[in-house]
């Protein structure tokens, strides 16, 4: 019998799929829908303290691969997402629980909360948040990075994740990892976020696509896929005490495949589950089954990570 089922950190998942931070998780409804959904674990929108509106609209837009977006943190403030956490079955799927507070200080309220709380949700920290304006993206400034690290890791007693924007320089890949695993504590890496910053234009009206930033915004979609792969890969090669979770131009089951192959041990699924819903993962669950059936893997432990090279 074919098994999508895996473990992560310990707990029991049914298949290795979840939505991205931020796509279908604002709101109770949506969160909801995906803890009904057949993703195998669920994040929360990255909150702030406080409740926030988000840039102007429009702030995304559908591309022919992919999306921009620059909504800017939209989202309820940390303490609607506490609750829910607080009601989240467990046993149904983990939570994690994704905090992008605006300074460090505002982070460490909201761990020290989320500790206070007794939830046994997994607190994934979004360090690359592209779309506040004025706010730069944290992991791209390697002291700002330690820092932050050096600070949660005392505050919090728990393990924790952090969600990292893509790299693309192997001298980056290697000063980030060892940033990383300098703290214990941080047991998973998310990547990708978008890639920020991008600009898209419309022909006909010559303008931009977006309101914020005159334009510009992440990237998200099968644009992603290599630069995504390519982040899995080498962070689960450079801190292999580490899990990693892979995010980025995920459409299908042969994504899915690929981000398992180069070391991802739960996929992310975001600009895909934006345009079609939380049933998308009975779709990606039935292509990953078959492609398992096609290639006599009876398990995802039998190729998780086991990308070959030439
Ligand atoms: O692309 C993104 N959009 N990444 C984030 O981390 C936050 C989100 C937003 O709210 O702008």
Not at 39 to 61: F, I, Q, W
Request: hydrophobic share 40%; charged share 20%.
């Amino acid at each position: 019998m074919l098994d999508l089922s895996t473990f992560f950190l310990g707990r029991p998942l049914t298949a290795p799929l979840m939505n991205a931070s931020g796509v279908w998780c604002n709101v109770n409804s949506q969160l909801h829908a995906l803890a009904e959904s057949e993703a195998g674990a669920m994040v929360t929108k990255s909150c702030t303290l406080l409740r926030r509106d988000g840039n102007p609209e429009p702030r995304y837009h559908t591309l022919t691969m992919g999306s921009i977006n620059s909504m800017g943190l939209p989202n309820e403030g940390h303490q609607y997402y506490l609750d829910y956490a607080e009601r989240h079955d467990y046993e149904n799927k983990p939570l994690f629980f994704s905090v992008a507070g605006l300074t460090l200080d505002d982070n460490l309220t909201i761990v020290a909360q989320i500790q206070d709380a007794y939830t046994p949700a997994l607190l994934e920290l979004n360090l690359s948040c592209p779309n506040v304006p004025g706010k730069a993206q944290i992991a791209y400034d390697f002291d700002a990075l330690d820092v932050i690290l050096a600070e949660i890791s005392s505050a919090y007693s728990r393990p924790f994740g952090v969600k990292l924007p893509p790299y693309f320089d192997i001298a980056h890949f290697d000063e980030v990892a060892d940033i990383l695993n300098r703290y214990e504590k941080v047991n998973f890496i998310t990547c990708i976020n978008s890639i920020g910053n991008g600009l898209m234009i419309d022909m006909e009206s010559e303008t931009v696509l977006i309101k914020p930033k005159q334009g510009f915004g992440g990237i998200g979609g099968e644009y992603v896929l290599p630069t995504a792969l390519a982040n899995v890969n080498a962070f689960h090669q450079r801190c292999p005490k580490k899990s990693i979770i892979g995010c980025g131009g995920v459409n299908t089951g042969e994504h899915v495949f690929m981000h398992l192959l180069a070391g991802a041990s739960i996929v992310q699924v975001g600009t895909a589950l934006y345009e079609q819903g939380p049933d998308i993962f009975v779709r990606l669950k039935a292509e990953l089954a078959q492609i398992m059936q096609e290639k006599g893997y009876k398990t995802i432990r039998e190729f998780q990570g086991k990308l070959k090279t030439l």
